[in-house]
């Protein structure tokens, strides 16, 4: 059992910053690919960028490409979503996911976090 907690949403201008941090409990961290997925009001929820369990290669969706940047610290038992260049259309709950067995386009989350908010003015 892998219990997930974001954290570092909140409200930004368009252009501007944000962290986000997702903690994970118990001793098999490294033992899961991480991702983040992100869900929009009226929207499906849609992938946004995996790591593999090393955080020695990463994935991401088009859309965040250059944008964002997805990495991890085993130690802290963290994954982190650095987003830069914020638009309006990035405002979505994001959320933390983890995959036991594979990542990239094969990730399919095994668990799931509550979700953090971003909104993005323009």
């Known amino acids: 059992q892998v219990q997930l907690v974001e954290s570092g949403g909140g409200l930004v201008q368009a252009g501007g910053s944000l962290r986000l941090s997702c903690a994970a409990s118990g001793r098999t961290f490294k033992a899961y690919a991480m991702g983040w997925f992100r869900q929009a009001p009226g929207k499906e929820r849609e992938f946004v960028a995996t790591?593999?369990?090393?955080?020695?290669?990463?994935y991401y969706a088009d859309s965040v490409k250059g944008r964002f940047t997805i990495s991890r610290d085993n130690a802290k038992n963290t994954v982190y979503l650095q987003m830069n260049s914020l638009k309006p259309e990035d405002t979505a709950v994001y959320y933390c996911?983890?995959?036991?067995?594979?990542?990239?386009?094969?990730?399919?989350?095994?668990?799931w976090g509550q979700g953090t908010q971003v909104t993005v003015s323009s």
């Open positions: 790591i593999t369990r090393s955080g020695g290669s990463t």
């Open positions: 996911a983890a995959d036991g067995a594979g990542w990239g386009k094969a990730f399919s989350p095994d668990y």
